[in-house]
């Protein structure tokens, strides 16, 4: 495998440093772009893996429809630099959740900033804080395709809470919304594809069943990394919503979903010192790399990372500065020398990081700044 800094010389990089591979990045984000014309579906991507306003801004050039995020610090960065359709597809519970939503609506009214209704009560509660403002507040009804998380059951509940949400004058229903996060567990990429089509198949025989009354034109968003070209790909489908597959990660590789190819993410970090013939210790830790070895907790990769072109050496332990990586005790890697990792989980590596090192296929150097990194609000 090819290393991302080839050309440049080890000397010239300070430790640890997030890079993404524009290359790379540019593919992935054409090819769920291509994807996504192909089968008629709009992109709302999840801004969560990398909080960046260039890589947004690629995928809005790409032809996203707006996008994705789980928190309102989120949205408001990028509300600020002037996106029109923001989706916090996250429970907004407080008083001052729904404060901060309305002054956003308030602070952009070009823009349409939408939420997620998960039960009865919260869709009354919304309803009646958007009559009190006088607006009208878009809301998806989030359904559980079986992550197990937030959602209610597909069927008959999820048509219940539709009819709900139609009768309450401050809400605006838009559709049926779900996430099968549930697909980081998958132990190969064909139960990946059974969640995938299940995930759809669950929202549109809900639809059907609002269709029999009269309940037409719901949009049907789905979407998470793994199952994305399967679900995405189920006619009925109006729109996606990946995150992570702009950078992909170790977890990807494993399920059968990237190859190490394409993972645009990478961690370059420095071995700092060698105490055994079989251990070296790189100063990416825990603060780097996080500690999570997958998204949704999946864990079954080994290690916290691949090593590019040291596929034997695995990364055993993490502490806040330190990894400790077990190589052979013929490992002709030394002290000071930088290693290239793809990390397990890319989204929270991101969020660890201030900036984004960007090279260009030439070799040239950006730097992003991660705009909504600690927006935890
Ligand atoms: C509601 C929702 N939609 C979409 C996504 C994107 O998922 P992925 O990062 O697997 O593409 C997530 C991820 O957490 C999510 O929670």
């Known amino acids: 495998m090819a290393q991302l800094w080839q050309g440049l010389t080890a000397e010239e990089w300070d430790t640890p440093q997030v890079v993404v591979h524009r290359g790379r990045l540019q593919d992935n984000i054409a090819s769920m772009a291509a994807f996504a014309r192909q089968h008629g579906v709009q992109v709302r991507p999840h801004v969560k893996t990398h909080k960046t306003w260039e890589i947004f801004a690629m995928q809005q050039a790409a032809g996203a429809v707006g996008l994705t995020c789980a928190k309102l610090g989120e949205a408001e960065v990028f509300l600020q630099r002037g ?223 691949l090593i590019v072109g040291h596929e034997g050496a695995v990364i055993e332990r993490l502490s806040e500065e330190h990894g400790v990586v077990r190589i052979a005790e013929d490992s002709p890697i030394r002290v000071g020398d930088v290693l290239e990792i793809i990390p397990n989980h890319s989204c929270p590596v991101a969020n660890l990081t201030d900036e984004l090192t960007a090279i260009g296929e030439d070799g040239s150097l950006e730097t992003w700044n991660v705009i909504a990194r600690g927006k935890m609000r």
Not at 106 to 120: G, H, K, L, M, W
Not at 182 to 208: D, K, R
Request: with cysteine; proline share 5%; net charge neutral.
């Open 83 to 305: 996106v029109k359709s923001v989706l916090v597809a996250y429970p907004l519970v407080g008083t001052r959740k729904l404060e901060r939503l309305f002054e956003l609506m308030t602070r952009f009214p070009a823009a349409e900033v939408q939420t997620i209704v998960d039960s009865p009560e919260r869709a009354a509660e919304l309803a009646q804080a958007a009559a009190a403002q006088g607006v009208e507040l878009p809301v998806w009804v989030k359904v559980d395709s079986g992550l197990r998380r937030v959602g209610v059951s597909p069927g008959a509940p999820a048509a219940e809470l539709v009819r709900e949400v139609r009768k309450l004058s401050g809400l605006r229903l838009l559709g049926l919304l779900t996430h099968a996060g549930h697909a980081y567990g998958a132990a190969s990429y064909e139960q990946v594809a059974e969640i995938g089509a299940a995930e759809a198949g669950c929202l549109l025989e809900t639809a059907e069943l609002l269709a029999a009354e009269g309940v037409t034109g719901l949009g049907i968003s789905v979407g998470s990394t793994p199952t994305v070209k399967v679900s995405g790909a189920v006619p009925g489908v109006t729109e996606i919503r990946p995150g992570n597959y702009v950078f992909y990660d170790a977890t990807q590789v494993r399920l059968g979903v990237a190859t190490p190819e394409q993972c645009a993410l990478r961690v370059l970090t420095r071995v700092v010192a060698r105490p055994e013939a079989g251990r070296i210790v790189i100063d990416a830790g825990a603060k780097t790399l996080a500690l999570d070895k997958g998204a949704h907790g999946s864990d079954a990769v080994a290690g916290h990372g």
